[in-house]
């Protein structure tokens, strides 16, 4: 991420100064690339070819980076881990991600923000312990994650459209 920022950075400063380059520079510049970074452009050297190299490469950074190892470490540790106060914030400061990328990492990998997965996660986990009956609604909220049964009441509602007593009662094994 760091690596990013940082490519990020020089190539915010690039693009403004490549404007006043002559094309002879540009070549320069295109070789440049060549011999530091590895790519070739074979297109005449124009500014937007080298924009668009330098994006390129940007983009195969931030996928190639260690963010994508350490999003599966994530994911991993929020099943383990999920019936904890978990946050983006928290989650960050462990996995040394800043919260926007971890966000966005997360979003990449699993197609829903973090909010969303959680409580999916834990509503799962939740049908599982409202079916089996051993527990009353509210130690059900509780052991999933969520300490006010009102709170998990409300999410169970909007994740399954119905309370988690009617979902018991549809769903009981007895």
């Known amino acids: 991420e760091k690596r990013y920022a940082d490519f990020v950075t020089k190539y915010s400063t ?21 011999v530091v970074l590895g ?11 080298i924009e668009r190299v330098l994006t390129d490469i940007g983009e195969t950074m931030i996928q190639n980076e260690s963010g994508g190892d350490r999003i599966d470490a994530v994911i991993e540790y929020v099943q383990k881990n999920y019936c904890e106060d978990i946050s983006i914030a928290g989650l960050s400061l462990q996995f040394d991600l800043s919260p926007n990328y971890l966000s966005t990492l997360f979003k990449k990998k699993i197609g829903v923000n973090f909010v969303d997965y959680l409580s999916s996660l834990r509503i799962a986990k939740a049908k599982e312990l409202l079916i089996s009956g051993n527990l009353s609604v ?26 988690p007593g009617e979902y018991r009662k549809n769903n009981s094994l007895t």
Request: hydrophobic fraction near 40%.
């Open 14 to 34: 690039l693009i403004p100064a490549m404007a006043k380059l002559t094309v002879s520079q540009i070549r320069h510049l295109a070789g440049f690339l060549n």
């Open 138 to 163: 509210k130690e059900v909220g509780e052991s999933v994650g969520y300490y006010s049964q009102s709170y998990f009441s409300k999410i169970f509602i909007k994740k399954e459209g119905i309370t």
């Open 39 to 49: 790519v070739i452009i074979t297109e005449t050297y124009r500014l937007e070819t």
